[in-house]
């Protein structure tokens, strides 16, 4: 017969292995790495006029991934105080107290030593330099320095957030060009109209933790104007792909009606604020960026797209 208590037991660990696996997922940050791998992924297949390589493909994908948990994870012990502070994020597994710094921190430095080994004996020496460059841009150049320094800390942070498709392109060219960096400048372009409308809902909580974000500093206004004029400069930054002949018009069209979209919702958020619409602002823009990549990737592959039809049809 099956002892009771010791099925109640089982059950009992095997509950809480399961909500630790969550709250080390948590650390990593899951959706804002699974963005991150998504651009590095369209990066790998941009670099190739055909097929990337599966061994590459799979290696590049999971080393960048990893790296990015372990920057997440590592952004997690160094900002858990104003973290616990912030209702955004106060149900994060440090301050909860599910996990403690030790094991954040264990957790964080084993993922980063596999995506190193991963890129650098998988994939070549170059990913796994800017990955770790990238690396310690955010978790630490970022988190502890830039983000309490200045205003314009996601400005000039967001250089190591932009990096993902120069990484997927250097792990299959074993090299850096012109039309990587202009996927670079997409996301460093995107990312201060994405974060600001962010932080213009949560203002309140970042002048709590003292976080000197731009709508703390400069006021809303300010900010609005900002988000605008950025997201402007992002429409003419998208058409650079097709004026290089890196896409073609299936593209441009796409780009368009997403600008549109961004366009517009800033142009709102700038004549009449509303906490619900800046977070309508801020939701778009991450579907912005992944519907763009998306776009480049489809555009890149349309004329196999299109052969592989007619070879079906006919």
Same mark, same amino acid.
């Given at each position: 017969?099956?002892?009771?208590?010791?099925?109640?037991?089982?059950?009992?660990?095997?509950?809480? =292995?399961? %909500? !630790?696996a969550?709250?080390? /997922?948590e *650390? +990593?940050?899951p959706?804002?790495?699974?963005?991150?791998v #998504?651009?590095?992924?369209?990066?790998?297949?941009?670099?190739?006029?055909?097929?990337?390589?599966?061994?590459?493909?799979?290696l590049?994908?999971?080393?960048?991934?990893?790296?990015?948990?372990?920057?997440?994870?590592?952004?997690?012990?160094?900002?858990?105080?104003?973290?616990?502070?912030?209702?955004?994020?106060?149900?994060?597994?440090?301050?909860?107290?599910?996990?403690?710094?030790?094991?954040?921190?264990?957790?964080?430095?084993? =993922?980063g %030593? !596999?995506?190193?080994?991963? /890129?650098a *004996? +998988?994939?070549?020496a170059?990913?796994?330099?800017?990955? #770790?460059?990238?690396?310690?841009?955010?978790?630490?150049?970022?988190?502890?320095?830039?983000k309490?320094?200045?205003?314009?800390?996601?400005?000039i942070?967001?250089?190591?957030?932009a990096?993902?498709?120069?990484l997927?392109?250097?792990?299959?060219?074993?090299?850096?060009?012109?039309?990587?960096?202009?996927?670079?400048?997409?996301?460093?372009?995107?990312?201060?109209?994405?974060?600001?409308?962010?932080?213009?809902?949560?203002?309140?909580?970042? %002048?709590k933790?003292?976080?000197?974000?731009?709508?703390?500093?400069?006021?809303?206004?300010?900010?609005?104007?900002h988000?605008?004029?950025y997201?402007?400069?992002?429409?003419?930054?998208?058409?650079?792909?097709?004026?290089?002949?890196?896409?073609?018009?299936?593209?441009?069209?796409?780009?368009?009606?997403?600008?549109?979209?961004?366009?517009?919702?800033?142009?709102?958020?700038y004549?009449?604020?509303?906490?619900?619409?800046?977070?309508?602002?801020?939701?778009?823009?991450?579907?912005?960026?992944?519907?763009?990549?998306?776009l480049?990737?489809?555009?890149?592959?349309?004329?196999?797209?299109?052969?592989?039809?007619?070879?079906?049809?006919y």
């Open positions: 017969m099956t002892d009771p208590v010791s099925s109640l037991s089982q059950t009992a660990r095997r509950a809480r =292995l399961q %909500a !630790l969550r709250e080390y /997922l *650390l +990593g940050k959706r804002v790495v699974l963005l991150i #998504f651009t590095a992924v369209v990066g790998m297949f941009l670099a190739v006029p055909g097929m990337v390589p599966w061994p590459t493909l799979l590049a994908t999971l080393g960048i991934g990893l790296a990015a948990s372990s920057a997440a994870s590592i952004n997690h012990v160094l900002d858990q105080r104003a973290d616990a502070v912030m209702a955004r994020t106060r149900a994060r597994p440090l301050p909860t107290g599910q996990l403690n710094t030790r094991q954040a921190l264990l957790f964080a430095l084993v =993922l %030593a !596999l995506a190193m080994l991963i /890129l *004996l +998988g994939v070549n170059l990913t796994a330099v800017l990955t #770790f460059l990238s690396l310690i841009g955010y978790a630490v150049i970022y988190t502890v320095f830039l309490y320094a200045t205003p314009q800390n996601i400005v942070g967001g250089a190591a957030g990096a993902p498709p120069v997927g392109w250097a792990a299959v060219t074993n090299g850096v060009s012109g039309d990587a960096l202009l996927l670079f400048l997409i996301i460093f372009v995107w990312t201060p109209p994405h974060f600001w409308a962010l932080a213009l809902y949560r203002r309140q909580e970042y %002048a933790v003292g976080i000197p974000m731009l709508p703390v500093t400069h006021g809303s206004e300010f900010t609005r104007l988000i605008l004029l997201t402007i400069a992002l429409a003419a930054v998208t058409v650079m792909p097709f004026a290089t002949h890196m896409s073609g018009w299936f593209y441009l069209l796409g780009a368009g009606v997403l600008n549109a979209g961004f366009i517009y919702r800033a142009a709102r958020l004549r009449s604020y509303s906490d619900a619409l800046a977070k309508k602002t801020f939701v778009y823009s991450i579907q912005y960026l992944a519907w763009l990549f998306a480049l990737l489809i555009d890149h592959y349309r004329f196999y797209f299109s052969e592989a039809l007619q070879s079906a049809l």
